[in-house]
């Protein structure tokens, strides 16, 4: 999105700068200006996030000059020269010597902010290019990195320290395949268990008459114990250390009691003991349901609703917080090309136009299956078993419909504007939205 978009804009003529500053910045851009080429040439380097934009004619060092040695420094940063009627033939020459493009002033607003922003999405791919090549000497993630940018996340990592260290029990809500699991692994690792066990019970699986056993565990000479030996049941195995219980909503209600006594006195039976053991767990729960409601249905144990969420941390979904989506296509592609032990790919424009459009219903689940499809090259633009298209029309209908997102996203749904940043007739961008089911009404800001 064009608010991302950094630009270094150079012109000598301090009331046009300032001018074009102010109208890049309404337009969204973080945008920073210079009078001096020679200044601007300071803290440009090669992993500098923006592009350039830089009038012609200067004194002591022009535009051409100035694109030199900006190539000099990366010859993959994109730099616009603006340019006179009469540099025309000048820009063409430098082009050919590597200039991302030039306009000729007067320019639009709406032209100027379209060849920014395609240059700026063109200077994001090769530094996440970059980026994945000098992560693939690096250590894959290990549980409990919690991976992502947004604010979201961010707000996770400080809560799963502070439970972790404290202790205390908590209830982890969010749609599946959103991290609830990561997160809990944040939990345990971050704090003061880290070193103890962490056991995930996935409470879907598990058979209620043998629950007992298999969760408290059987003294020896039970008819559920090895020979001559006791079982130690999942709750003492995590004695110490954190309990996960994954998809809670799915126990039975016998079981809700029982796990509900041992959490409530820290304590539990093995079958054919004679006495309680004591436990020393750190408790933590995840649904994908809305336990509250269930337990006002009567569906989900009221006090064990209670008990466990005490404190409650929700994980939004992908489409929530769409810049974790590169960090973890990243470190899923780098997790499958090693495991595989493959080449890790390069992302292409349409892999990132899959990324960048896409809604990611099934979360980080799709989102992971869509890295191994990359990783394992099975389709061009890595649809993998969405069932995304993968002739060349149906891969370029997907990159024109993301086309058509950005710059509706980027123009907070003003047609006027979209259309003349695609350079667009009225009809012939009606007729495409028509085509991808799209509504500028959608991309507008609710009052």
């Given at each position: ?27 969204g851009f ?37 694109h ?13 020269l ?32 379209a ?30 990195d ?14 799963a ?21 990561a ?29 007992d056993?298999?969760f ?6 039970h ?43 820290r ?17 933590l ?21 209670y ?11 992908l ?46 689940r ?11 090259g ?69 009052g």
């Amino acid at each position: 999105m064009s608010e991302k978009f950094l630009v270094r804009l150079v012109d000598d003529d301090e009331d046009l700068l300032a001018a074009e500053l102010q109208s890049l910045k309404i337009a969204g851009f973080r945008a920073e200006g210079f009078s001096d080429p020679r200044k601007a040439l300071e803290g440009i380097t090669p992993d500098y996030p923006g592009v350039i934009l830089s009038d012609v004619r200067m004194p002591g060092m022009d535009g051409f000059e100035f694109h030199r040695q900006i190539r000099a420094i990366d010859e993959d940063l994109p730099v616009i020269l603006l340019t006179g009627h009469g540099d025309v033939p000048m820009a063409v020459e430098a082009m050919r010597a590597g200039a991302w493009d030039f306009l000729t002033k007067p320019v639009s607003l709406d032209q100027l902010t379209a060849a920014l922003r395609r240059a700026a999405q063109a200077r994001a791919l090769v530094l996440e290019n970059r980026s994945l090549r000098q992560m693939r000497a690096q250590p894959l993630p290990v549980r409990g990195d919690l991976l992502g940018v947004s604010p979201a996340v961010t707000r996770l990592r400080d809560a799963a320290a502070r439970i972790g260290e404290a202790g205390i029990d908590a209830l982890i809500t969010g749609p599946t395949g959103a991290g609830k699991e990561a997160l809990a692994h944040a939990i345990h690792r971050l704090g003061s268990r880290a070193n103890r066990p962490f056991v995930h019970v996935a409470c879907d699986t598990l058979n209620e008459g043998r629950f007992d056993s298999e969760f408290f565990g059987a003294e020896a000479g039970h008819p559920d114990a090895p020979r001559h030996s006791r079982l130690v049941g999942r709750i003492e195995k995590a004695h110490r250390g954190t309990l996960y219980l994954d998809r809670v909503e799915m126990l039975t209600a016998p079981l809700q009691a029982r796990l509900l006594h041992a959490i409530e006195t820290r304590s539990f039976w093995a079958a054919g003991a004679t006495s309680a053991r004591p436990l020393d767990l750190h408790v933590l729960a995840s649904t994908s349901a809305d336990l509250g409601e269930l337990a006002r249905q009567g569906s989900f144990h009221a006090d064990l609703y209670y008990r466990l969420s005490g404190v409650t941390l929700h994980v939004p979904p992908l489409a929530e917080r769409r810049g974790d989506i590169p960090v973890l296509f990243r470190a899923f592609l780098i997790e499958a090309c090693q495991r595989y032990n493959l080449a890790v790919p390069e992302i292409t424009p349409l892999v990132r136009a899959r990324l960048d459009s896409h809604d990611w219903p099934g979360n980080g689940r799709e989102l992971r299956q869509f890295a191994e499809a990359q990783a394992l090259g099975l389709t061009e633009d890595g649809q993998g078993d969405a069932g995304g298209p993968s002739d060349l029309a149906g891969l370029m209908a997907r990159y024109e419909a993301g086309l058509l997102r950005d710059a509706l996203r980027a123009t907070k749904g003003n047609v006027t504007r979209a259309m003349a940043q695609l350079n667009l007739p009225r009809k012939t961008f009606y007729d495409k939205l028509a085509r991808h089911g799209l509504q500028a009404e959608s991309f507008r800001e609710r009052g």
